[in-house]
């Protein structure tokens, strides 16, 4: 079951590798629920269930519009006979012609580096993201996040950063420059949403790293040792907070990350592999003094801060005062916790 307080939801999945929630089914119902319209932004749409979600929308009269990488969309290689299937990304391409052919309004990114998003905006006052690519591998093997905010001020945020997609501002061709989206009170709970290039979501990481006082805990599918981010937590560290990380092993291995590193550094670090049915750890979460939650689909790299259409929302603030509020913020940040917890137990190897 998903922690839920009251218009602000949090879904750790996925259900078939031991996780809470069921995270295509959310996704899908997301999309049920819309009334007037849709815009979506994701990397990649390859998941059947929800694509028939979105053209049963437009069937129904919705608004729909959707962003997509255009890498998927392409095969890495010509195949000899391009009249007849073939070639990596098919599933994308199916998906994308049934799309068409519903008479959506559909385009793909121009980005030289990744279009990175997933969001989607349902009526001008709700808002879907977190981690989770709209695959059958993101939604049924990888470990993911979703976020769901109803709240119309949030959605805003999001619907501004549409309208800059929409009009073809990418990565750092983005043209908006925008200010920083303001903080809303959705439930209690203080949130701050940020897209990156312009808002530069690796110095708000690294800010709220500094207000740490007992603990911050992530899990993260890559994590780049110039990122910036590491030498926060190592400072971190050096100012007696307890720092503990899971990284997805196919990436914390490698000898840009940052995983030995912290370990080195006094922080305890541990990798998750693919097995069985479980493939990558795809989390970008960390929790900060089990009170403040940062999601969304920003890792800890530099072509995320610099190049990618990316975003983070952070629910909660240290620096409430409000009784309530607090109370809020660690409903939230326990059931991110518990599953970074459930994580290590389960498919963690601490890194000596």
Known sequence: MPMIIGNVELHMGPK?????DDLEKVIVDFIEGAQRKLDIAVQELESKPIAEAIIRARQRGRSVRLMVESDYLSVKKAVPDPWHEGGTNEANREIFNAVLRSKIKVRSDFNT????????IRDGSAVLTGSTNFTPTGVKKNLNHVVVVKDRKVANAYKK?????????FGRYNLGHDDTPRDVIVSELPIRVLFAPDHNPEMEIMKQIAKARKRIDFAIFTFSKSSGIDDALIQAGHANVTVRGVFDALMGNRDWAATRLLHGAGAEAHLVRKRGPLGKLHHKL?????????????????PATKLNDENIIILGDLDTESNEARKAQKKLA???LDEIDRIIKDHGEKVH
């Open 16 to 20: 078939e590798v031991g996780a809470p």
């Open 113 to 120: 580096n990744i279009f990175h998003q997933k969001f989607i």
């Open 161 to 169: 950063e549409f309208r800059e997609i929409n009009a073809g501002h």
């Open 286 to 302: 960390m929790v900060i003094d089990r009170q403040v939650v940062i999601a969304g689909s920003f890792n800890y790299t530099r």
């Open 334 to 336: 326990k059931y991110a």
